[in-house]
């Protein structure tokens, strides 16, 4: 079964420094988000990705924050500037559909940890 | 704007033991629902979802009915596992247009279940 990919899996920075997390979508699916969760509390939408242009971001998606289709099939997430607050597991999805029924395959995640 | 929320954990059981994990939720349309599982050390998965009213959702013997009168998606299983100890969130997907169909997620309930 097709899955989406993350990597890498665990990424360890200081304060300050850029940090790109990388995704691969499932091949067919054309809508993509980010989410990320900090350790023990709930799963936070960031950012959804349609047609190579954002389509709505939450308010923690700052200035900071940008995402990027750079070819056919990766989906980046970049940090400009780590903060120690940014530490959290960052979880891209991707759907096929825009479809409200349709539901979100998630990767594994990478536990960004910043020092 | 839309929320979802679900019981507090930690829940604790003992194998074979009935399962429930609260969850109710508000929106301004009607969304569909869903309750995905986080695996120690894994990303998120689809467990079940509904996407009308009454609809039942199931998987792996867990079930959830869609209850609109009640805003409600209660999550059940008639006899855990230890396999089962995991992280359940309930989440919804809005179908009103402008929210690009993110998906709302509650805090998410720690399950362990002990042998």
């Known amino acids: 079964e097709p899955e989406v990919t993350q990597t890498p ?30 350790l023990g509390q709930k799963v936070e939408f960031l950012v959804s990705f349609y047609n190579n242009e954002i389509s709505e971001k939450s308010e923690i998606f700052d200035d900071q924050f940008s995402v990027e289709r750079p070819d056919g099939s990766n989906f980046t997430l970049k940090i400009r500037s ?34 | 704007g839309d929320s979802v929320t679900q019981m507090e954990g930690p829940v604790t059981l003992s ?5 429930t994990i609260n969850c109710t939720y508000t929106a ?10 986080q695996y120690p050390g894994e990303g998120l998965q689809l467990l079940l979802k509904a996407t009308k009213a009454d ?55 720690l399950l362990t279940v002990n042998p």
């Not at chain 1, 665990?10 to 900090?38: A, D, K």
């Not at chain 1, 780590?82 to 959290?88: F, V, W």
């Not at chain 1, 979100?104 to 910043?114: A, Y």
Request: with cysteine; charged share 15%.
């Open chain 1, 82 to 115: 780590t903060k120690l607050e940014d530490s959290a597991m960052y979880f891209c999805a991707s759907s096929p559909f825009s479809s409200y029924n349709s539901p979100l395959h998630f990767g594994n995640g990478t536990r960004l940890t910043v020092t």
């Open chain 2, 15 to 19: 194998e074979e033991a009935f399962l």
């Open chain 1, 9 to 38: 899996s665990h990424q360890v920075t200081q304060m300050g420094q850029e940090v790109i997390l990388r995704c691969v979508p499932i091949s067919n699916h054309l809508y993509f988000y980010w989410y990320r969760q900090i």
């Open chain 2, 55 to 109: 609809d039942k959702g199931s998987n792996k013997g867990f079930e959830a009915t869609y209850r609109k009168e009640t805003t409600s998606f209660h999550l059940e299983k008639g006899s855990v596992q230890v396999s089962d100890s995991a992280v359940y969130f309930c989440a919804l997907r809005e179908s009103s247009g402008g929210s690009n169909y993110k998906l709302t997620f509650g805090k998410g309930t």
């Open chain 2, 28 to 37: 301004t349309g009607y969304p569909s629902l869903f309750w995905y599982v």
